[in-house]
């Protein structure tokens, strides 16, 4: 496995995430999340081909009522934590959930690309997981198609996250799950981005 350092990749709005949220000695911090990594099949030129409508350039439109069921799915995984675990760990998430403005999806071959500015990340279709190595631990990351989705899966030592994304014409729709050993059942929230000019 090819291991990268997180401060390279700096890639956690777009495919990493809070899973665990801690509040230790009065500061959160974030571990990674993600999903099954074990994908063992190269995708064949007609799964490759199902990418294509993902490629180009997407803004963030997350719409209000998107916007306020990822903030009430963040409360109700901590409502179970102290005060102060609480208040701590939703502001942690809500911000870490946030979409990123811009996202970037190119895809070369069985190489796909995801950049959200000085984010970028590169993964191979149906290839082994890569190690990004933190201050916070190591995670793996991998990604997958299944079907019309493209799947971006992370896993730490304290949660993983699943990221599906999947293009209709000129939206994207972004939809995460994602757990944790503070959170109280899986995160599930839905965001959607707007193709760009």
Known sequence: MKVLTAGTLGIWIICGGAIGVQADN??????????????????????????????????ASETTDEE?????????????LGLFKR?????????LTSPPPSLMIGVTGSKV???SGDRRLELELGGPPIEITGSQG????????DGQRLVVLA???????????RASGDELTM???????????????????????
């Open 26 to 59: 009065g500061a959160a911090t974030r571990d990674t999340v993600a999903a099954e990594t074990s994908v063992a099949t190269m995708p064949d030129s007609t799964s490759i081909e199902s990418t294509a409508p993902l490629a180009g350039r997407w803004r």
């Open 68 to 80: 306020k069921q990822r903030l009430e799915a963040i409360d109700e995984v901590t409502d179970h």
């Open 87 to 95: 208040g701590r760990g939703r502001s942690r998430l809500k911000e």
């Open 113 to 115: 690309t995801m950049d």
């Open 138 to 145: 190591t995670t793996r990351m991998s990604a997958k198609l």
């Open 155 to 165: 896993r730490g030592d304290k949660g993983e996250r699943t990221a599906s994304y």
């Open 175 to 197: 939809r995460v799950v994602m757990t944790g050993d503070q959170l109280d059942g899986p995160l599930e929230y839905v965001t959607t981005y707007a193709r760009m000019e």
